[in-house]
């Protein structure tokens, strides 16, 4: 059967909208309509770069003497987040999931694309369509649960323990 736009047109401009107003408060606060870009280049060195560049620049800075373990980890934990939603990407787009294949497959791209790695493990937890992959694996294959568990429960003490300890921020 058809579908039938006339209706619901309108809400695909809400997101936008969204967009558009954080755009202008930051320009009524600074004047400047790309605030946000310039503040991460600024802040955090943060440039668009091609993906290669960006896998480099993150691998690097996961070895790098220069810096701390703690960083070494986070980057490494950023590597591994980027595989993570590339390979959920890819199961998606083979399950032929379209619009969860895009939602995914844009904010991968979108932070696999900066100067290196930086908040992707964070953004994993709006992955919600490789989560709701992960049930239904749990769901057909009950050895899938408890190897969760086994790996995420002790994970989620380390991340605590280093949050708490103060070295998350550096």
Partial sequence: RPVR?????PWLAAPFLALLSWATYLHHLSGDWLRWQHAQAVGWGR???GPVQALQATYDASRSP???AEYHWSFRAEIVAVGVGVLGTAVLLGRRRWAEATYVGLSVGALATSTYYLSVARATLLWFPLWLLLA???GRRRWVHPVYLAVSAP???VVVLTFTA???VG
Avoid at 5 to 9: D, E, K, N, S, Y
């Fill in 136 to 138: 239904e694996a749990a």
């Fill in 47 to 49: 440039h668009l770069t």
């Fill in 5 to 9: 736009w006339r209706g619901g047109a």
């Fill in 166 to 168: 103060g070295r998350w």
């Fill in 66 to 68: 220069s810096l701390g």
């Fill in 155 to 157: 994970l989620m003490v």
